[in-house]
């Protein structure tokens, strides 16, 4: 259970640094490594305590923080 957890966080770092020095986002290299391992943790747990998520908690983190990424900033980003 243990490893699964420090994985999911790696994954998800590397998610958010991948995404900030691509282009894909413009919240700050920190920023973005925070939202996606916020958003790791939140489906890490929702598999823990539920069962629901994808097959591995490789392809969970992944999608996770994907989604993460793209739901957080444009939500709370003010319209101008």
Excluded: D, K
């Excluded at 923080?65 to 939500?75: D, E, F, K, N, R």
Aim: proline share 4%.
């Amino acid at each position: 259970m243990f490893p699964v957890l420090i994985g999911t966080v790696v994954i998800a770092g590397i998610v958010g640094y991948a995404s900030e020095r691509t282009g894909f986002t413009r919240n700050g290299l920190l920023q973005s490594i925070i939202i996606c391992i916020g958003g790791a943790f939140l489906a890490y747990f929702v598999r823990l305590m539920f069962g629901i998520g994808f097959g591995s908690p490789g392809l969970n983190a992944l999608a996770s923080s994907i989604g993460a990424l793209i739901i957080v900033p444009t939500h709370w980003r003010r319209r101008r």
